[in-house]
């Protein structure tokens, strides 16, 4: 009885500190919680060979400019949930990024075709894209890039109440999200954690994660 009042308390903390504000549905709330990749990182990213010619530079350049584009164009897309749309400019970004052979941009493009698929609760095509995203990021050390789709995937099976599987995803990312700077993304994880280990019944584990996630957010108000 006791670690349901626990729960009861942490939860409407949460509610309180404007955390765990009202979804239409646990869907919805994961997809908001999905991570797609902002482009000015990519942009940032890219070098060009010095040896090629002022014109392949010329061209290169502006590939890479119109692959930023329709990845820009996807986010916004996402963000007015247009989901189709959004998967048909990511599409095309990542096959200019695969021509291009940049991986950042393919990783960053296959993630935000997997969240596009999350939203549109096509669980298994959205697996799909994380996992290559995933691959991508390991193959040039990207930890954050490595944190976010790791707990994307997460939510991918916590949606399909896989929760051993979510669980085991979101130990990964947690182990990528140590630093200062990633403190939000670690309360996102904990609070997940918290609702994988509600799902198998391990109340006690669900109010440890609670608790850690709300001190984080506690934290994080103050700074």
């Known amino acids: 009885?006791?670690?349901y009042r626990q729960l009861l308390t942490i939860f409407l903390t949460f509610t309180a500190l404007g955390l765990l504000?009202?979804?239409?549905?646990?869907?919805?709330?994961?997809?908001k919680q999905s991570s797609v990749w902002p482009e000015q990182?990519?942009?940032?990213?890219?070098?060009?060979?010095?040896?090629?010619?002022?014109?392949m530079i010329a061209q290169t350049h502006s590939r890479y400019a119109e692959a930023a584009r329709l990845l820009r164009q996807g986010n916004q897309q996402?963000?007015?949930?247009?989901?189709?749309?959004?998967?048909?400019?990511?599409q095309?970004?990542?096959?200019?990024?695969?021509?291009?052979?940049s991986q950042q941009g393919q990783a960053a493009a296959l993630v935000s075709l997997g969240s596009a698929y999350l939203?549109?609760?096509?669980y298994h095509q959205s697996?799909?894209?994380?996992?290559?995203?995933?691959?991508?990021?390991?193959?040039?050390?990207?930890?954050?890039?490595?944190?976010i789709t790791l707990m994307?995937?997460?939510?991918?099976y916590l949606s399909l109440n896989e929760h051993h599987r979510a669980i085991a995803f979101y130990n990964q990312a947690l182990e990528l999200l140590q630093v200062p700077e990633e403190r939000r993304r670690r309360a996102t994880t904990l609070v997940n954690l918290g609702i994988a280990h509600l799902g198998i019944n391990a109340h006690s584990e669900a109010v440890s994660y609670y608790e850690q996630a709300l001190e984080l957010f506690q934290l994080l108000e103050r700074l």
């Open 152 to 156: 994307n995937l997460g939510s991918v």
């Open 1 to 3: 009885m006791l670690q």
């Open 119 to 122: 939203s549109l609760n096509q």
């Open 41 to 55: 990182e990519l942009e940032a990213s890219q070098e060009l060979k010095l040896s090629f010619s002022a014109r």
């Open 21 to 31: 504000a009202p979804q239409t549905s646990q869907a919805e709330a994961l997809r």
């Open 92 to 101: 095309q970004s990542l096959n200019l990024y695969q021509a291009l052979e």
């Open 78 to 90: 996402y963000e007015l949930s247009k989901f189709d749309d959004a998967i048909v400019s990511w």
């Open 127 to 147: 697996i799909v894209y994380y996992e290559q995203g995933l691959l991508m990021y390991q193959a040039i050390e990207d930890h954050q890039g490595q944190a």
